[in-house]
């Protein structure tokens, strides 16, 4: 399997437009996390997924932020309008689920994104 | 709430010497507890991963941690470090009790590690 897959790796934008990430997740892992790295905040969970249902967003900052899974393979985190502390390094993650074999999440490379 | 504190948020060794990189967790449960690498401009990889089945924990590239309920600690080591392994190291719990099932990483603020010539 190639792994979770992140894109675009790299965004610059400006304030106030509108930023999607994008993620496909390891095929068969029923479980996909969006988490955010920031320096100030290091890396904090945004929103989970399981079997496509979002179950926790309690992580979303605002109401700017918003995340679907139309899918099983495929996932968006939206911000809209973005803002410049939006600027962050976003990673999707699945894993299999629960239980000691399933539980790791494996993470995507990331995306990069800065917002001027 | 499962937490977990790095103690060290900088460590720098020479090349070939050990490598030592703390962690204390908090847990009300018995916890799976894991490590992972961020190499500059990467993303997150898994190094090693607790559960129940062994308190010594061998990993990808010669790192092993251990797992100490009696200390709360799952310290990460590396007899002989190498250049390669400068990076950010984070120390994770796992929170079993999610609504809906799942698990919820709770991870450390991070240890970046050095490694000189």
């Known amino acids: 399997d190639a792994g979770v897959i992140q894109s675009p790796r790299h965004e610059v934008t400006e304030m106030g437009q509108e930023v999607t990430l994008r993620c496909k997740p390891i095929?068969?892992?029923?479980?996909l996390f969006w988490y955010r790295q920031t320096m100030m905040r290091g890396l904090e969970l945004l929103i989970y997924?399981?079997?496509?249902?979002?179950?926790?967003d309690s992580g979303m900052p605002e109401d700017r932020f918003s995340a679907k899974m139309p899918n099983a393979s495929f996932s968006t985190l939206k911000i809209q309008p973005s803002e410049p502390r939006d600027s962050a390094v976003y990673f999707c993650?699945?894993?299999?689920?629960?239980?000691?074999?399933?539980?790791?999440?494996?993470f995507g490379p990331g995306t990069r994104l800065l917002v001027l | 709430a499962q937490s977990v504190t790095q103690l060290d948020s900088h460590v720098s060794v020479s090349e070939g010497t050990p490598v030592l990189l703390r962690c204390n967790y908090s847990?009300?449960?018995?916890?799976?507890l894991f490590w992972y690498v961020q190499h500059p401009n990467k993303g997150l990889q898994l190094l090693l991963k607790?559960?129940?089945?062994?308190?010594l924990v061998k990993g990808i590239n010669g790192f092993e941690a251990e797992f100490k309920k009696s200390e709360t600690s799952f310290h990460l080591t590396k007899p002989s470090a190498h250049m390669s392994d400068a990076a950010e190291y984070f120390c994770?719990?796992?929170?079993?009790?999610?609504?809906?099932?799942?698990?919820?990483?709770?991870f450390g603020t991070g240890t970046q590690l050095k490694v000189e010539l």
């Open positions: 993650a699945s894993s299999l689920g629960v239980g000691e074999i399933s539980e790791t999440q494996y």
């Open positions: 095929s068969g892992h029923d479980y």
């Open positions: 997924f399981n079997n496509n249902v979002p179950i926790d």
């Open positions: 847990s009300s449960y018995s916890p799976s």
């Open positions: 607790y559960t129940s089945a062994a308190t």
């Open positions: 994770v719990v796992s929170d079993p009790i999610l609504t809906g099932g799942g698990n919820k990483l709770t």
